[in-house]
C-alpha cells in the first residue's frame, strides 16, 4: 500500500471518458500520466479543457506503459474486453464503463483474466454508491422492507440516443448501444445487488433505426419476480426502480430521489451525506488499489448483470 498517486492511464474521451479525465485530473491522489482517443477531434477537445495532460491517438500506449498503475476505460463496449485484458495481462488495476461487455465470451474471459491476476477489477454502475440505493439496501438487510414481494424497473425516452449522447454513434446502434445496455445495465445492477443474480424467464424487445424501441423483460431472482420495461416514445424522461415489500416499499427515480411507501402512501427521504458521483467512485477505485474496502461492482457483478442484459438481444 503506497500514499503515492495513483499513475492512471485514460482511454476513450468521448462524454463519460472527458468527464472522468476532468475529475482524475484534478484528484489529489492520481496523477494522469496519458489518454487516448482515436479521434483527433475528442483530443483536441480534451487537450483544450486539460492543457497539463499528455495524449495519444493510440490506446495501446497506455497499455505499454510500465509507469501506469492502472487503466479507466470509456471506449465503446466492443473494445472493453481488448483492452481491459491487455491492461490486467500487463500488470495493471482496471475501471471499466458498463457494459462490461457484449459479447458474453468476452466477459466471460475478462472475469477469467480478472481472476487469475487478481488485480483490482471494477465497474463504474452509478448505484454502486448512489445514497438512495445505498440506504434501499441497508433498509433491505436490516429486514425493514418486510418479505420483499417484487421488483419493477421501467424507463421512458422521448427520444434515444439522449441528447448529450447524439455525437456517439455507437449508442444508437443495435451492436453495442441501445438504452438496455447504457441504463438498464445500472438498474439490473441493484437489482442484483439487492436481491441476488437474476434468472431470465422471458424478454420481448423490438428495433427501430436507433437501438431499442420497446423491451419487456420477466427475471426472477431467488424467487422474487423483477419486472423490466422500457419505451422510446413520447412522455418526459423517465427513470425508476421501485421494490415492493410487505412493511415498506422503496422508490429511486431520476437517477437518486428516495421514496418509502406504507400504508399511508409515498413520502420522500432526505438523505444526508455524499449523494455519490462520478468523484467518489474514482476516489473508492483508488482506495481499492490501496488495499481498502470498496462498494464498486467487480468484473463478475458486471458479468451477471451482462448475462441479464443480453438475454434481451438473444431472445426468440
Not at 188 to 209: I, N
Not at 214 to 221: E, V
Not at 289 to 294: L, M, Q
Request: charged residues 20%.
Amino acid at each position: 500500500m503506497t500514499d503515492l498517486p495513483l499513475r492512471l492511464g485514460v482511454i476513450g474521451l468521448g462524454a463519460m471518458g472527458a468527464e472522468m479525465l476532468a475529475i482524475a485530473a484534478a484528484h489529489p491522489d492520481v496523477a494522469v500520466e496519458l489518454a487516448a482517443d482515436p479521434s483527433e477531434p475528442a483530443i483536441e477537445r480534451a487537450r483544450i479543457a486539460n492543457p497539463a495532460v499528455t495524449f495519444t491517438n493510440d490506446p495501446m500506449a497506455i497499455i505499454a506503459r510500465t509507469d501506469i498503475d492502472a487503466v479507466y476505460i470509456a471506449a465503446p463496449p466492443i473494445t472493453h474486453a481488448r483492452y481491459a485484458i491487455a491492461a490486467m495481462e500487463s500488470g495493471k488495476a482496471v475501471f471499466c464503463e458498463k457494459p462490461l461487455a457484449v459479447d458474453l465470451a468476452e466477459g466471460q474471459e475478462m472475469v477469467d483474466v480478472a481472476a487469475a491476476t487478481g488485480l483490482v477489477n471494477a465497474l463504474n454502475y452509478t448505484l454502486s454508491d448512489r445514497s438512495a440505493a445505498v440506504e434501499v439496501l441497508r433498509a433491505v438487510r436490516a429486514g425493514e422492507a418486510g418479505d420483499i414481494l417484487s421488483v419493477d424497473i421501467q424507463f421512458l425516452f422521448p427520444e434515444w440516443p439522449r441528447d448529450f449522447q447524439k455525437e456517439t454513434r455507437w449508442v444508437a446502434g443495435r451492436e453495442q448501444g441501445g438504452f438496455l445496455r447504457e441504463v438498464g445495465s445500472h438498474y439490473v445492477f441493484l437489482t442484483d445487488r439487492v436481491l441476488g443474480p437474476l434468472t431470465t424467464v422471458h424478454t420481448e424487445v423490438s428495433y427501430g433505426a436507433d437501438g431499442e424501441t420497446t423491451a419487456t423483460g420477466l427475471f426472477s431472482a431467488s424467487g422474487t419476480p423483477v419486472r423490466l420495461s422500457g419505451n422510446v416514445a413520447a412522455g418526459p424522461e423517465t427513470y425508476c426502480w421501485t421494490l415492493y415489500g410487505s412493511r415498506r416499499s422503496y422508490r429511486i427515480t431520476s437517477w437518486g430521489d428516495l421514496s418509502i411507501a406504507d400504508a399511508g402512501g409515498w413520502q420522500p427521504v432526505t438523505l444526508t451525506g455524499p449523494r455519490g458521483g462520478e468523484d467518489t467512485r474514482l476516489a473508492e477505485f483508488v482506495g481499492a488499489v490501496r488495499g481498502r474496502p470498496s462498494t464498486l461492482a467487480d468484473f463478475a457483478a458486471g458479468l451477471r448483470v451482462q448475462r441479464a442484459i443480453e438475454a434481451f438481444h438473444t431472445a426468440g
